[in-house]
Structure formats: C-alpha cells, structure tokens
C-alpha cells in the first residue's frame, strides 16, 4: 500500500457514515480478488458475479458493526466469499434433482486447434478435480494460490487453525497430485 493511499479501515468508517464514494473505493481495491476467488472455486464466472456482489452487499450492511482491528477487510471478505460458494454449491447439489438439471449447455460455435482443445480439457480436467475436493481442501488451496494469504490467514478465513491449514493443504494437493498422476497413466 502506498503512503498517502486511505487505509479499509479508513474507508470502512467513511462508509459507515454513508460515505458511497468511500464503500465504492473498497470494492474497486478488493472485487478482483474476491471474484478471483469465487470463480475459481464455483468454476463459473457468472456464479462468481453473484457471489461478490452479495459479498459486498453483506460488507455493506455490516459497516455499522466493523471494529476496526480485529480481522483486516479483506480476510473477512474472503471468508463470507467463501461461506457464500460452498451455500452456493449445497443449493446447486439440491438442484441437481429438479428435471432441468439435464439440460445442456449449447455448444460453442468457435473452431479451435487441436492444441487449443487439449489444453481446455486438461483444464477442465484440473478443475473437476479442484471441484471434486472437499470444500474446506478447495478453499484452503485456492486462499494460497496466489501467495498473498498466510496460513494463519487462511485460517482465520476457514475458522481453522493454521495446523489444520497445513494440513487442508497437504491432503488438497496430495490428491490432485494423484488424480494427476491416474490421468497422465490413462494417456500413456
């Protein structure tokens, strides 16, 4: 953060007055991770859309209640992120019942390269396996992707203590790493 640049809980206290040019500056410093986040873990960009704007939504009508120093904005923001994809992906299972739940997607009408195709579905490949995870080894590996969070951050996001961060993580990447390994021997 540079010198001169107002601190989230500066913000924060603006905004809580009413301030909407200060809430809005939140959103512009924090959204892009946010629906970083989302996406990667619902694994749909518009679903991500959805998570971020109840996101700040929440952040909004929380404002009133922020003591400052106990968690900084963007942990919390972080966390509700989170708590709001695994809900989304709970009512999304349920929905799985309902007769629509079948219906495809149209295919896109875009030709690509044999290169371009084998790397989407290496992908898609990677990324059901992200999905397959459970919730708290996704989110823990998708909080420390980037490298901006610690384990101690992390947890305090999951509710977790940072052993059981390790441990999320060790366990997250030792299964994606032996799906990996199933699929490279199912080529070969």
């Known amino acids: 953060m540079q010198r001169n640049e107002t601190s989230d809980d500066d913000l924060i206290a603006a905004a809580s007055t009413g301030d909407e040019a200060a809430f809005n500056h939140l959103v512009r410093r924090h959204a892009d991770r946010a629906h970083a986040l989302a996406a990667s873990f619902l694994g749909s960009r ?6 971020v704007q109840d996101a700040f939504y929440r952040a909004w009508r929380a404002l009133p209640r922020w003591r400052p120093g106990e968690a900084s904005f963007s942990t919390w923001l972080h966390r509700v992120v989170v708590n709001l994809c695994i809900d989304r992906q709970r009512r999304a299972k349920l929905r799985r019942w309902l007769p629509f739940a079948d219906v495809e997607e149209p295919a ?3 030709a690509g390269s044999d290169q371009r195709v084998e790397a989407d579905r290496e992908l898609g ?7 397959a995870l459970p919730e708290r080894q996704r989110a823990a590996l ?5 490298g901006e969070k610690s384990n101690a951050e992390i947890g305090i996001v999951l509710g977790v203590s940072e052993k059981a961060v390790e441990s999320l993580l060790v366990r997250g990447r030792r299964t994606l790493r032996a799906k990996l390994v199933a699929r490279e021997g199912d080529v070969r």
């Open 142 to 146: 998708l909080l420390s992707a980037d």
């Open 46 to 51: 518009n679903d991500a859309d959805d998570v």
């Open 125 to 131: 490949a990677v990324m059901e396996d992200l999905q």
């Open 108 to 110: 896109s009408d875009e």
